[in-house]
C-alpha cells in the first residue's frame, strides 16, 4: 500500500500539491524511493539501504515483520546513544533482556545500547526503537496514512517531507513516514494524521529508508509546525445530557439487548472473535453503543474504561483519544438519528443542559482613558503589610483551595477552619480574624447536618456561618449577580465564601481544558472583587497527590494560597491527617498541622443503629521556639478571656482551668501553660485582676483590644 490511494496517470505525481514546498523545492512524490543520498555509503551498506522494490513497482508498503538486515541503515547518530529498547506485536517498549520486563520512558536503566537492543531483537524476532528523551537533540515527525486520510492531508505530508530534506523511513505497518530531524518541540503534538516527539516518546526504526539522508538540523519547520498544529478551531460544544440510569442499569440492557453478544465481545476485550482486526476500531464501536444508552458523555467514558478495551494505556493516558472517539460517535448519532437517541437528545433539552454548556464568551476588558499611571518603589513599600485571615494561612483578600483525596478529612477541615474564622477563633494555635462566611455547599450536603451537629456537641455554635445549598453554575452571568446581591444584601460582604467543590460549581465543565477553567477562575475573580474577601474553593486532589491539584496545571498558578490535605500514612486505618499550605503567594510554603478525626455519637436511627459523625481534634503544629509558643498562648488566652467578659462571664484562674477541655480542641495548651500566660499578660497590663464579682471572687478583665 503506498500513499498513492489511486492509481496515478502516468508522470503525473498524485501528491503534489499546485502550490510549491515550504522551502521552494521540487516536489518529490513520497510513493517513490529517493535514489540519492548514498554517495558516502559502503557498497554494502548502500546495498542493504537501497530502495525497497515489491512487484518491481514503487510502493512504500514494507513487511510488518522485522528486518534486522536493514537495521545498518539507522543513522549513526541515533546508533551511537544508549536509548534502544525492542518491541512484540504490542509496539510496547521492553527492555531487552530474558523475561521483557517494560521499558520506561523516564528511566535510562531500562534501554540499553543499539548493539545489545538489535542483537537481542534480531534472536528473538522482535522490532527496535529509540527512546526520544530530553537530553537529546533529535525529534520524530510521524506521518500517520489511514483509509480515511484525504488528499489534502497526503500533500501536506509531501510538503513536511520536502521541508525537513532529512532522514526519513517507512513505518513499521508501511503505511507511514517517520522524518527524523534535530531541534525540539516543549510537548507532543497530534492533529491530522501528524504526530511531532521530542521526549518521552518511542518510535520504532525499521532502517527502511525513503530518504537515506543525514538528520538534518531543522528548528525552524519544528516553530511551523508548533504553531500550525497549536491553532484552536472553532467547534459546536459536544452534545451532552443528564445521567437517567445507573451504570448496572445501562450494562445490563446492553447485554440484553439482539446486539447483547457482540457488546459482550467488545467490552470483555475479545474483539478479534466478531471480526475486528484493529483496536481503534473495535474501542469506536463499543463507545457508539455505550452511547446509544447515554446521552451524557462523562457516563459513556465511566462505563468504556470500566471494560478491558478500556484498560489500555491509549484510553487510560489518553484523555483526547477518548474525548474524540466520543465526538465521532454523537457525530454518528447526529447523521444517523434512531428513536433511542431521538428520545436522549429530547431529554438532553428538557434538562437545559445542551444551554447550559454553550456559557456566553466573558466580555472583554477595557481599560478607562486616564486609568494607568506609573507607581514608585518608594509608593509601593510605604503600603502596609499584606494582613491575614489566619496568619500565614488564608490572606485577608484573594482566592485558594483547599484540596486532597477523598476520605482525607477534607470536608471536616474546612467547616472547622470557617467555624474559627466566624469566630475569630485561634485554628490550630493560630490567630485568626473574625470575618463574616458564606458556605456554599454543592456535595456532601446529606452528611452536613450530622457534621454541624457533631460540631456543635464538641466545640459549640456555627451560627456565625451562612449555608447555600441550592445548585449553582458560576459560569453563568446571572448566577453570579444573584449570588453578589444575596450576600451583600445579607451584610455578608468583605468576609469568607466557600464553595464545596469546584468541580460541582460549574457542572459539565473539562477541568483539564484552559478555556472551561479559565472562565471559571476568571468568574471567581469578579466574585471575589464584588465581595471583597476571601474565595475559598474545595477541590480534588489528582490520581497522584504529589503532582498537587486536580486537572488545568494553571489553576494552582491563579491562587494566592493552597492548602493540600492528606493522610500521614498510606495505611487507610490510621486516621492521623495534615493539612500543609503548598502555596501562598505573599507567605511561606510548607506550614503544616497533623490532626484526626474525633468520632462524635450523636443517636440512634430507627434501627437502633449509631449515628456519628466526627469532628478535627487539633494536635500541636511541628516544632517551634518558647518564645513564640508563648506569644501564641499569651493572644489565646486574651482572646479567651476577652471573649468571656464579651459573653457576661467573669473569668479566673480557676475557671479557665476547669474550662481546659474547651481550650483543647482550639489550641494543644496545658494548664501550667494557661497559668503563665495569665502571669505574664498580668505583667504586661493586658489582663487586670477586678474584684466584686457576684459570687464575690476575684476575675480578670482584658485591658486592651487584640490588634
Known sequence: MSFDQEKPESGRNPLRSKETSPLNEPVQSIG?????????????????????????????????????????????????????????????????????PHARVNDSSTWRTFDEASAFAAHH????????????????????????????????????VDAADSYTEHSRSGRGLHVWVTGKVAK??????????????????????????PIAPRPELLDMLAADMGRTETAQP??????????EAILQRATSAANGAKFQALFSGDWQAIGHTDHSKADAQLVQMLAEYSANNEQVKRLFLQSVLGQRDKATKRKDYLDRTLAQARAHQANEPNAKHGELIALQLLAGELVKRMAPKRPTRVTPAGGLRLVAANEIASRPPMKWLVRGVLPEKGIGAIFGQPGSGKSFLVLDLLAAVAGGFHWFGIPTKAAPVVYITLEGQAGMPQRIHAYRTKKGTLDRIAFIEQPIDLREPDTLKELVSLILDAGLGGGVVCIDTLAASAPGMDENTSADMGQLIANLQDLQTELGGFVLVVHHSGKDETRGLRGWSGLNGALDCAIAVSRVSEDKQNTSRRWEVSKSKDGSDGMKNDFALEQVFLDYDEDGQPITSCVISHTMQEHVSASETDA?????????????????????????????????????????????????????????KEKNSPSGNDWLRAMECAG
Not at 134 to 150: A, G, Q, R, Y
Not at 238 to 247: F, K, N, Q, S, W
Open 238 to 247: 459536544l452534545a451532552d445530557g443528564p445521567e437517567v440510569e445507573a451504570d
Open 32 to 100: 517513490h524511493l529517493a535514489p540519492t543520498g548514498f554517495d558516502n555509503l559502503p557498497a554494502q551498506h548502500a546495498a542493504q539501504c537501497g530502495p525497497y522494490q515489491h512487484g518491481g513497482n514503487p510502493v512504500i508498503a514494507a513487511p510488518a515483520a522485522p528486518q534486522p538486515d536493514r537495521w545498518a541503515c539507522i543513522p549513526q547518530e541515533l546508533r551511537e546513544r544508549s536509548q534502544w529498547c525492542v518491541a512484540g506485536e504490542d509496539k510496547a517498549p521492553r527492555i531487552a533482556t530474558q523475561g521483557l
Open 632 to 688: 501564641d498562648d499569651d493572644e489565646f488566652i486574651w482572646q479567651w478571656v476577652h471573649q468571656q467578659v464579651v459573653a457576661g462571664k467573669y473569668p479566673s484562674k480557676n475557671s479557665l482551668k476547669a474550662q481546659l477541655s474547651e481550650m483543647k480542641p482550639h489550641r494543644g495548651i496545658t494548664q501550667q501553660r494557661v497559668l503563665a500566660s495569665i502571669e505574664r499578660l498580668m505583667a504586661a497590663s493586658r489582663l487586670a
Open 188 to 213: 507532543g503534538m497530534r492533529r491530522d494524521g501528524v504526530e511531532v516527539y521530542s521526549h518521552e516518546r518511542f518510535m520504532i526504526c525499521t532502517g527502511n529508508p525513503l530518504h537515506q539522508k
Open 125 to 160: 524476532g522482535l522490532h527496535i526503537g529509540y527512546m526520544l528523551h530530553e537530553s537529546d537533540p533529535f525529534t520524530c515527525i510521524d506521518l500517520d496514512v489511514k483509509d480515511d486520510t484525504t488528499p489534502e492531508q497526503l500533500g501536506r505530508f509531501q510538503k513536511i
